[in-house]
């Protein structure tokens, strides 16, 4: 990770830290996956950039899709993105496997014990656009992270079609669920 100021990134001279990371960089290639953790945490608009092995600057693509997360998140909180039937969406349902999906879990696990979260999760959601007189209810999410037909059958169970978004998480984003998840 390196910032730009003012000069060539290719003329630069290889340090320790540069040469270290062409190694892992270069195991990771035997692995199919480069090691972007660095890319990751890396602020946006700082004028910074990791390569990838063909030269393209991978803070490029993955700022803009936090961007993309964040707009969609947005517009489920504030009802602008609807369910299938126009209802406002309540239910997330997560399909995935791996430290991805587990690490999701963790995070919304944890913050059913934060006080203002759990509170905004039992007031539940109204939406402005029903008819008066239907109670408001909590957002939940649901993790199925196996295809076993019973953990699907509970995960799914109670679920409203009309108000529930379906969620694939994958380490790559290319490839499909399969059913050795």
């Known amino acids: 990770l390196r910032a730009k100021r003012g000069r060539r990134v290719g003329k630069e001279k290889k340090t320790r830290f540069d040469e270290e990371v062409l190694r892992v960089n270069s195991y990771s290639q035997f692995r199919t996956s480069p090691t972007m953790h660095l890319a990751l945490r890396a602020p946006a608009n700082r004028g910074m950039e990791m390569l990838t092995a063909d030269g393209e600057n991978a803070l490029v693509g993955i700022h803009r899709e936090w961007q993309r997360i964040k707009r969609m998140a947005e517009s489920i909180r504030n009802g602008s993105l609807r369910?299938?039937?126009?209802?406002?969406?309540?239910?997330?349902?997560?399909?995935?496997?791996?430290?991805?999906?587990?690490?999701?879990?963790?995070?919304?696990?944890?913050?059913?014990?934060?006080?203002?979260?759990?509170?905004?999760?039992?007031?539940?959601?109204?939406?402005?656009?029903?008819?008066?007189?239907?109670?408001?209810?909590?957002?939940?999410?649901?993790?199925?992270?196996?295809?076993?037909?019973?953990?699907?059958?509970?995960?799914?169970?109670?679920?409203?079609?009309?108000?529930?978004?379906?969620?694939?998480?994958?380490?790559?984003?290319?490839?499909?669920?399969?059913?050795?998840?």
């Open 83 to 181: 369910g299938a039937q126009g209802h406002l969406i309540r239910d997330v349902v997560v399909v995935g496997s791996g430290v991805p999906v587990m690490a999701l879990q963790f995070i919304y696990k944890t913050l059913t014990h934060d006080l203002a979260a759990n509170r905004a999760a039992t007031e539940g959601v109204v939406d402005p656009k029903a008819r008066k007189g239907i109670p408001a209810r909590p957002r939940r999410m649901r993790f199925i992270t196996s295809v076993d037909p019973l953990a699907l059958s509970v995960a799914l169970q109670g679920l409203e079609p009309g108000s529930t978004i379906v969620v694939q998480i994958s380490i790559r984003g290319n490839e499909e669920t399969s059913a050795t998840m």
